[in-house]
């Protein structure tokens, strides 16, 4: 089944240590979007890529920065993580802007 | 500023009756409304949307209203089932815009 893919489900770093999510799409879709989602939440879109073209959300911390290499992966790289970083990152993927999003499961981060 | 409110963090309704979920929003230039539903350790899965020219979108057991004037959607389940039970998120868009801004979601559990 095609979907969108997100390792590790849990990740574990410590205090301003460098981590790397991972994100994978069989969809083939154009858009890839990072949320970050913390406990009672809205989901808070990051930044989006619409195929190589990058686009960072104006308050997303510049501790946070994003890889598309090809069309299938997203990566979110957070630089020097905080506590207050701790929360359920979410990838997700659309054909088209403003189209259907596919929400991969997300990847629980913890930092200690 | 929270554009989009779900103000009812949790519902409980007996099998077979009707849910109805709210949502509120404070952007007037939103032209386009999406419910997703989530289930436990999954991503958020598109359920049903509506366009701003609509007052209803109707999908088998799940209708969306929207009320323009009073900046208000809600989703109707009819029947409710226990598969139901998962936290729901509206999601609104601006016309011009390439994202979506979600609400804080609301838990809903369908009792048996």
């Known amino acids: 089944d095609a979907m969108v893919i997100q390792n590790p489900r849990y990740q574990v770093t410590q205090f301003g240590k460098p981590v790397t999510l991972s994100c994978s799409q069989t969809?083939?879709?154009?858009?890839m979007y990072w949320y970050q989602q913390k406990s009672s939440q809205a989901p808070k879109l990051l930044f989006h890529y619409y195929d190589k073209d990058f686009n960072n959300e104006a308050d997303t911390p510049d501790n946070f920065q994003s890889r598309r290499p090809n069309t299938s992966f997203c990566f979110l790289d957070i630089r020097s993580p905080g506590l207050g970083d701790a929360a359920m990152y979410l990838c997700?993927?659309?054909?088209?802007?403003?189209?259907?999003?596919?929400f991969g499961p997300g990847t629980r981060l913890t930092v200690t | 500023d929270q554009q989009v409110k779900q103000n009812s963090p949790s519902l409980s309704v007996q099998e077979g009756r009707i849910s109805i979920l709210n949502c509120d929003y404070t952007?007037?230039?939103?032209?386009?409304f999406l419910w997703y539903k989530k289930y436990p350790a999954e991503g958020p899965t598109f359920l049903i949307s509506i366009s701003s020219i609509k007052d209803k979108n109707e999908d088998g057991r799940f209708t969306v209203f929207l009320n323009k004037s009073a900046k208000h959607l809600s989703l109707h389940i009819v029947p409710s089932q226990p598969g139901d039970s998962a936290v729901y998120f509206c999601a609104a868009s601006e016309r011009g815009t390439y994202k979506y801004i979600f609400g804080t979601g609301t838990r809903l559990k369908v009792l048996a």
């Open positions: 969809l083939n879709h154009n858009v």
């Open positions: 997700a993927t659309s054909r088209v802007k403003l189209g259907e999003q596919y």
């Open positions: 952007n007037s230039m939103f032209d386009y």
